[in-house]
């Protein structure tokens, strides 16, 4: 390592550069020998620094959002799941859904993979740049119930819904709920349609026994809350493909 390499990694320390100076060695002897214009060597510098701090993001992204296991829709099997039509996962793949502030339900019975494509969802939209959280209903409901008992309901409502861009709640139907608990839960459906907090959307994966339907929000929990009430007339639930298995 020369002088000016050394000066290089220094610079690049102090700039938080880190993806510069892992390239710039390589770097420069190729340029050195392909002759390449200062322009295009500096450009190559600043491409390297982009591409790793986008790997850096996804990585970040990935974790913050607690995905149970990495599911991808390369890996769904389509023939196991004959019901799922593959234009809607791919034009969900494109994210427009996110971007138009809209509601995807996934309904279907147990075992047909669900849980696999809001999970295969939530990864495309981590590695887009857009910050998700992954959870059950199980869960949430004790984070609600906890923070209700020790009256810090607010502050952990914003953290459970400001902080992501897109909520993943999954097994909704499997959690019997009374009415207190019924209406904490409404209260984060409630809030993300209403935008208390500057939330966006959710994609809630839930098998068949509690479901909405865009404009109806029919829906078979009695809850009796004003919370469910705001959410059943709230317009922007999104039904992925009613009739179908999943």
């Known amino acids: 390592m020369n002088l000016q390499h050394e000066r290089m990694l220094t610079l690049c320390e102090s700039l938080n550069l880190p993806f510069v100076a892992q390239a710039y060695p390589v770097a420069a002897q190729d340029a050195a020998q392909q002759e390449t214009p200062y322009s295009d060597f500096l450009e190559g510098l600043l491409k390297a620094e982009t591409a790793g701090r986008n790997v850096r993001k996804?990585?970040?992204?990935?974790?913050?959002?607690?995905?149970?296991?990495?599911?991808t829709l390369d890996d769904f099997d389509y023939e196991f799941a004959q019901g799922v039509k593959r234009s809607q996962i791919e034009e969900l793949a494109g994210l427009g859904f996110v971007e138009r502030n809209e509601n995807v339900?996934?309904?279907?019975?147990?075992?047909?993979?669900?849980?696999?494509?809001?999970?295969?969802?939530?990864?495309?939209?981590?590695?887009?740049?857009?910050?998700?959280r992954f959870t059950?209903?199980?869960?949430?409901?004790?984070?609600?119930?906890?923070?209700?008992?020790?009256?810090?309901?607010?502050?952990?409502m914003h953290r459970a819904i400001n902080s992501y861009r897109l909520l993943v709640i999954d097994e909704i139907g499997y959690l019997p709920m009374n009415r207190e608990q019924a209406n904490l839960f409404f209260q984060v459906i409630a809030a993300r349609y209403e935008?208390?907090?500057?939330?966006?959307?959710?994609?809630?994966?839930?098998?068949?026994?509690?479901?909405?339907?865009?404009?109806?929000?029919?829906?078979?929990c009695a809850t009796g809350s004003a919370a469910a009430s705001r959410a059943h007339r709230a317009d922007s639930w999104r039904e992925l493909s009613p009739q179908t298995s999943v």
């Open 136 to 156: 059950t209903a199980a869960d949430l409901l004790l984070t609600l119930v906890t923070a209700y008992t020790q009256n810090q309901l607010k502050s952990v």
């Open 105 to 132: 339900v996934l309904i279907g019975p147990s075992g047909v993979g669900k849980t696999h494509l809001a999970i295969a969802l939530g990864y495309r939209a981590a590695q887009a740049g857009i910050k998700t």
């Open 58 to 71: 996804q990585s970040m992204l990935t974790r913050l959002a607690g995905f149970p296991a990495i599911k």
């Open 195 to 220: 935008g208390q907090f500057d939330c966006y959307q959710q994609l809630a994966v839930r098998p068949m026994g509690c479901h909405f339907r865009t404009g109806r929000h029919s829906h078979r």
